[in-house]
């Protein structure tokens, strides 16, 4: 409970050194441009207007940053008494204030706060705006002085401390273990309150002196942030590895860091590839002489670009350190990716984002598609798979015995994506399919599950339709039997078909050996094979359960000749992307004629105990009674 309470307490504080530099980021980029352009060092030097420099840094960024400070605090006035009370630790020191302003920003902020309420109801009429003008005065005032007899000598002497220890740090090549802290405190949204709070006050007395400075690159760097997205490109799984291109032009090109924050909470040891690759970064910036001469906000390659100095050592600096970061966290996060396995999802690591920062993620909604609520009175459910003959089939059949159990009277019924019925009100499909299915039928209610056995999703949806649905056992059991009007077809699984205490190196090969047992079989071509291992690469056929069921492609269904099954028991079990499958029921349907057994394997399936059993079946008569019972 004290570790709960702390991180909360963290994430608060965090979010709200955040709040009082955000919405000041504007006046951070014309300083930035101005710095950039017009600084001796700069594209075009003028004396002139490089006055603008100092006293933009010096007095407007940190009155910017006090005033919004104190107003997140208590409204106008705490904004004003903020100010007053950041102009004291601003004259006091000779170093941009941006860290004394958002101490005396808040604080300012609080004392008015304290003191409104003190004196709530005591004000006679007619004096309250004698009051409130001069109590913030004389308050503002006391702070200022206070601010600067104390609080920017104490600032400057840490800030005077950090820059020794900087230097020390450059000296001895130890810049770079600045990313073991700086990578995961973005992650908690303390970001800018590094970046800003320390990170540019220290960096801009630098880049006074020297021209430019190192440090602005240690938290603004894109590359960490786009190597982790670019594996996700590569060896990612379902929506995350859909949305990942799109979040990495954003992340890159926008820079929003904050849009690759979900994918490092999906898979927490990819903190590690961004620690690397931060390090690896800076390592590069301080071999090669890299450094900005201007804050550059947001974290944009373009940002970076705008305020890099110019001359070519310093671009090539720049872009080497960016190029270096991103390629070790590509290499890193890859390997992380390909080795572990996937527990979360993205949108709920994007809720729990969301959690972490406090309040709505700007980026949030770039993840998934959002759903409004289930449809009223819904008449017709669709799972959808790519081919239609194998996953769909068996979740509709669970979900359909799931609705004849709470008595409603709702068509579910499977289909190929390509077929989906544009009067489809609730479509179903596994999460790597739906972002097609999307687009198939937009306005449809679209549910996404990663395991068709005994997805959490199927209860859910059953509540949620109860509401709105009543109808008898009667009715639902004719309409039941008018979808399966097909006689039985027990005889498609034949004994000759299953395979007990099989062994395989790879998926591929369980695959194509499930294949041949089709081809020889009589029930499809020799090129059906090919199909199944293209369907299984654009969707895992794994269905959840320890269970595959590989199968063709739509295209692929003029090659089958006719419906048939193969079993296959792999008591140790054979990887199917990170997943252990025990058992392997190889599908060729056509016409329909398949459904019925497929639907009574899904049934069965659905209960692990029915699973161990036939895992450990002796003999193929002991496993297909197993089915066959259900």
């Not at 720049?318 to 966290?329: E, K, L, P, W, Y």
């Not at 299984?536 to 692929?556: C, F, K, L, Q, R």
Request: with cysteine; charged share 15%; proline share 4%.
């Amino acid at each position: 409970m004290a570790q709960s309470n702390i991180k909360v307490a963290v994430q608060k504080f965090g979010n709200f050194l955040s709040s009082m530099v955000m919405p000041n980021i504007g006046a951070f980029i014309a300083w930035g441009l101005i710095t950039a352009l017009f600084i001796p060092t700069g594209f075009f030097p003028n004396e002139s207007l490089a006055k603008l420099v100092d006293p933009m840094v010096k007095y407007l960024l940190p009155l910017l940053i006090g005033y919004t400070g104190g107003k997140l605090v208590h409204d106008q006035r705490g904004g004003v008494v903020g100010a007053i009370a950041t102009m004291g630790v601003i004259v006091g020191s000779d170093i941009p204030m941006f860290l004394g302003a958002m101490i005396m920003g808040p604080l300012g902020g609080y004392i008015i706060k304290k003191f409104d309420q003190f004196i709530e109801g005591k004000v006679k009429t007619g004096f309250e705006m004698l009051i409130n003008n001069f109590s913030a005065g004389i308050l503002g005032g006391i702070l200022a002085i206070l601010a600067f007899l104390g609080v920017s000598p104490a600032v400057d002497g840490f800030t005077g401390a950090l820059v020794v220890g900087v230097d020390w740090m450059v000296a001895h090549g130890l810049l770079p273990l600045t990313s073991i802290l700086i990578e995961p405190a973005k992650i908690l949204f303390l970001n800018n309150a590094i970046n800003h709070g320390i990170l540019s006050p220290i960096g801009a007395e630098q880049i006074r002196t020297n021209g430019q400075s190192i440090l602005l690159l240690l938290e603004t760097n894109p590359g960490p942030g786009l190597g982790i997205l670019l594996a996700y490109c590569f060896f990612g799984k379902g929506t995350a590895k859909q949305s990942a291109p799109g979040a990495a032009i954003i992340h890159f090109i926008g820079g929003i860091h904050e849009i690759y924050f979900p994918y490092v909470l999906m898979r927490p040891l990819l903190i590690i590839a961004a620690i690397l690759g931060g390090m690896s970064g800076v390592f590069t910036f301080v071999l090669l002489g890299g450094g900005l001469q201007a804050v550059a906000s947001p974290g944009s390659i373009l940002a970076i670009l705008a305020a890099t100095p110019g001359n070519a050592g310093s671009y090539v600096a720049n872009i080497s350190g960016v190029i270096v970061a991103a390629i070790v966290s590509f290499i890193v996060g890859s390997l992380i990716l390909k080795t572990g396995k996937q527990t979360e999802d993205l949108d709920e690591a994007a809720r729990k984002m969301q959690e972490m920062k406090g309040k709505k993620s700007s980026v949030a909604g770039s993840f998934t598609k959002q759903q409004g609520e289930v449809p009223a009175s819904v008449q017709k459910i669709v799972f959808a798979c790519d081919a239609g003959m194998g996953s769909s089939a068996m979740g509709a059949s669970l979900l359909r015995k799931k609705v004849k159990q709470a008595d409603l009277n709702i068509s579910v019924t499977n289909t190929a994506i390509s077929n989906i019925p544009s009067d489809a009100q609730i479509v179903i499909t596994q999460e790597e399919l739906t972002p097609r299915a999307q687009n198939k039928v937009p306005d449809a209610y679209h549910i996404s599950v990663d395991n068709f056995l005994s997805s959490p999703e199927y209860d859910k949806l059953i509540d949620q339709l109860k509401n709105d649905h009543t109808t008898s056992k009667a009715e639902e059991e004719k309409r039941v039997s008018a979808e399966n009007n097909t006689d039985s077809n027990d005889g498609l699984l034949k004994e000759e078909n299953v395979f007990l205490n099989q062994h395989f190196s790879s998926k591929e090969e369980a695959i194509r050996f499930a294949g041949s047992v089709l081809v020889k079989g009589g029930y499809v071509e020799e090129n059906y094979v090919e199909a199944m291992i293209e369907r299984d690469n654009m969707t895992s056929t794994y269905m959840g359960n320890d269970v595959a069921i590989p199968h063709g492609t739509e295209e692929a269904k003029k090659n089958v000749l006719r419906s048939g099954f193969t079993v296959i028991q792999v008591p140790e079990g054979v990887d199917f992307d990170g997943e252990k499958v025990r058992l392997i029921f190889g599908i060729a349907g056509k016409d329909g004629t398949h459904l019925e057994i497929l639907s009574g394997i899904a049934i069965t399936c659905s209960d692990m105990d029915n699973i161990e059993k036939m895992v450990h079946a002796k003999s193929a008569k002991e496993l297909m009674a197993i089915i066959q019972s259900n």
